[in-house]
């Protein structure tokens, strides 16, 4: 413990080994302000104050929370002394296009950083970038809001109408509420490169090639070390989770039993997508391959002209695109007959989604980028005509929503509103677990719910809960704290 005027700080570490926890827990006294720092080593973590009415409540204060994290294996340290997680940035390289025409883009977003991590549903679209920003926008390329995560976003998966942040600093946080919140905590030795979440159990593949189960509770299920390394394919469904690394892609029974079946693709799997039947594996020596969910047949090839960062397809593949490392863009039919290869105008396509004749690109520039994919405009374009884009500018005003890292930094009702939940915070075997009071619920359900402000006896009200097929519910819009 360090003091000095009236100060003092004690900086403890978990860091087991095997893939265990790899945090640090600091706690400053400043006369009647106790401030705790936490997070991952190496990272500047997550900070909450609190100010007592008199200088030895705080000591106490801040003694009994050392006194909680020693109990629970923290150990005095020497900040920096330990390395911090490692983390892997994809290396890209982006050549110009060599396609004869542009694309057709309506409106492009720069997030102001390279952007791996897109989502588009009905109402939205999410883009994530590698400085930490998420922004919703419409589909007119109107921005709706902003996020604030610690570290950079390495994707976005949607489970159901719930959407994820997968970060660098080891957390997946839930965005599907007013503030976002940390649904899950990976081990500091996955060196993450890409999630998947369904049904609420998270999949995670590394640069080592493990593949990582977690279930909705934060509480670890199997790993496997798959035959290859470089994962950057993950996808799931109920009859398998789809692993693609630098040998291939292989298929594994959902509860870790076994190897359903491995695959061998041409080249280094670099990105996947999947539909009800099939996964398609976009390879570094310049093919999409389409496999059969139930055997790993290779069922049909697309050929691009380099490396495949990343790929897509319409509803059931009936077309399949595709974006290479040229900032070129593809579209082929369900066979594999390329229909048009048109430039992005901006870089490659890191991550794609298509809906409703748009496809949606985040790009190596950091853009969020709107092409209009059907028959007429790309037709058009191949002739040399296309729209002027519109540059979607960012409104300053606009805020930005941070994690709640505290109970305080909750809002707060006397009353539950009529038509919300009641929600109440327990200690269960050693953890605080959450538990619906409001009747109508099934009773021995738990809710995914922020860990930051988990308090024993306190009582939270939430908009909506939603049941998930692993038996426990999900938080649905704002949680304010019950007085």
Same mark, same amino acid.
């Given at each position: 413990?360090?003091?000095?005027?009236?100060?003092?700080?004690?900086?403890?570490?978990?860091?087991?080994?095997?893939?265990?926890?790899?945090?640090?827990?600091?706690?400053?006294?400043?006369?009647?302000?106790?401030?705790?720092?936490?997070?991952?080593?190496?990272?500047?973590?997550?900070?909450?104050?609190?100010?007592?009415?008199?200088?030895?409540?705080?000591?106490?204060?801040?003694?009994?929370?050392?006194?909680?994290?020693?109990?629970?294996?923290?150990?005095?340290?020497?900040?920096?002394?330990?390395?911090?997680?490692?983390?892997?940035?994809?290396?890209?390289?982006?050549?110009?296009?060599?396609?004869?025409?542009?694309?057709?883009?309506?409106?492009?977003?720069?997030?102001?950083?390279?952007?791996?991590?897109?989502?588009?549903?009905?109402?939205?679209?999410?883009?994530?970038?590698?400085?930490?920003?998420?922004?919703?926008?419409?589909?007119?390329?109107?921005?709706?809001?902003?996020?604030?995560?610690?570290?950079?976003?390495?994707?976005?998966?949607?489970?159901?109408?719930?959407?994820?942040?997968?970060?660098?600093?080891?957390?997946?946080?839930?965005?599907?509420?007013?503030?976002?919140?940390?649904?899950?905590?990976?081990?500091?030795?996955?060196?993450?490169?890409?999630?998947?979440?369904?049904?609420?159990?998270?999949?995670?593949?590394?640069?080592?090639?493990?593949?990582?189960?977690?279930?909705?509770?934060?509480?670890?299920?199997?790993?496997?070390r798959s035959r290859g390394e470089h994962?950057?394919?993950?996808?799931?469904?109920?009859?398998?989770?789809?692993?693609?690394?630098?040998?291939?892609?292989?298929?594994?029974?959902?509860?870790?039993?076994?190897? /359903? !079946?491995?695959?061998? &693709?041409? *080249? $280094?799997?670099?990105?996947?997508? =999947?539909?009800? %039947?099939?996964?398609?594996?976009?390879?570094?020596?310049?093919?999409?391959?389409?496999?059969?969910?139930?055997?790993?047949?290779?069922?049909?090839?697309?050929?691009?002209?380099?490396?495949?960062?990343?790929?897509?397809?319409?509803?059931?593949?009936?077309?399949?695109?595709?974006?290479?490392?040229?900032?070129?863009?593809?579209?082929f039919d369900r066979d594999g007959a390329? /229909? !048009?290869?048109?430039? &992005?105008? *901006? $870089?490659?396509?890191?991550?794609? =989604?298509?809906? %409703?004749?748009?496809?949606?690109?985040?790009?190596?520039?950091?853009?969020?980028?709107?092409?209009?994919?059907?028959?007429?405009?790309?037709?058009?374009?191949?002739?040399?005509?296309?729209?002027?884009?519109?540059?979607?500018?960012?409104?300053?005003?606009?805020?930005?929503?941070?994690?709640?890292?505290?109970?305080?930094?909750?809002?707060?009702?006397?009353?539950?509103?009529?038509?919300t939940v009641v929600v109440e915070c327990?200690?269960?075997?050693?953890?605080?677990?959450?538990?619906?009071?409001?009747?109508?619920?099934?009773?021995?359900?738990?809710?995914?719910?922020?860990?930051?402000?988990?308090?024993?006896?306190?009582?939270?009200?939430?908009?909506?809960?939603?049941?998930?097929?692993?038996?426990?519910?999900?938080?649905?819009?704002?949680?304010?704290?019950?007085?």
């Amino acid at each position: 413990m360090a003091a000095g005027s009236g100060v003092s700080t004690t900086y403890l570490e978990l860091s087991q080994d095997g893939g265990g926890a790899h945090k640090f827990y600091e706690v400053r006294v400043d006369g009647l302000t106790v401030m705790v720092r936490y997070g991952r080593i190496g990272a500047a973590g997550q900070t909450q104050r609190t100010t007592f009415a008199t200088e030895g409540k705080a000591k106490a204060a801040a003694a009994k929370k050392v006194g909680e994290k020693v109990r629970k294996g923290y150990a005095p340290a020497v900040r920096g002394q330990r390395a911090p997680r490692a983390v892997t940035r994809r290396s890209v390289a982006s050549a110009p296009s060599t396609a004869r025409a542009v694309a057709p883009v309506l409106w492009r977003f720069r997030t102001g950083s390279s952007a791996f991590g897109i989502h588009v549903d009905d109402e939205r679209c999410w883009v994530g970038n590698q400085a930490g920003d998420v922004y919703t926008l419409d589909h007119d390329g109107g921005v709706l809001a902003r996020f604030g995560l610690p570290d950079g976003v390495k994707c976005l998966v949607a489970d159901d109408f719930w959407i994820y942040a997968g970060c660098d600093d080891g957390r997946v946080y839930d965005l599907s509420s007013k503030l976002p919140f940390a649904a899950y905590d990976i081990a500091a030795d996955v060196d993450i490169f890409w999630l998947d979440i369904h049904e609420g159990v998270l999949n995670v593949s590394d640069r080592a090639g493990q593949l990582t189960v977690i279930d909705h509770e934060d509480e670890h299920q199997w790993a496997r070390r798959s035959r290859g390394e470089h994962a950057w394919l993950v996808r799931a469904d109920e009859r398998a989770v789809y692993h693609g690394h630098h040998r291939g892609v292989t298929a594994y029974a959902p509860d870790g039993s076994g190897e /359903l !079946w491995h695959t061998a &693709t041409r *080249g $280094g799997v670099l990105f996947g997508w =999947q539909e009800d %039947d099939a996964v398609y594996a976009g390879t570094a020596h310049h093919a999409v391959q389409r496999l059969s969910k139930t055997t790993g047949a290779i069922e049909a090839t697309y050929p691009c002209d380099s490396a495949v960062y990343s790929c897509a397809t319409s509803p059931g593949g009936r077309f399949v695109f595709a974006g290479d490392s040229q900032s070129s863009v593809y579209c082929f039919d369900r066979d594999g007959a390329r /229909l !048009w290869k048109l430039g &992005t105008g *901006g $870089g490659s396509a890191l991550s794609m =989604q298509y809906r %409703d004749e748009r496809l949606y690109l985040v790009t190596t520039d950091g853009s969020l980028v709107c092409v209009d994919a059907s028959e007429a405009a790309v037709s058009a374009a191949e002739q040399g005509t296309v729209p002027v884009a519109r540059d979607v500018k960012l409104d300053a005003a606009l805020p930005t929503y941070a994690p709640a890292t505290a109970v305080a930094a909750v809002d707060t009702v006397a009353h539950a509103p009529a038509g919300t939940v009641v929600v109440e915070c327990v200690r269960d075997s050693g953890r605080v677990r959450v538990h619906v009071v409001s009747e109508g619920y099934h009773p021995s359900w738990n809710v995914q719910f922020p860990r930051a402000i988990r308090e024993p006896g306190a009582r939270y009200v939430v908009d909506a809960l939603h049941a998930a097929a692993g038996g426990f519910y999900r938080v649905r819009g704002e949680i304010r704290r019950l007085l």
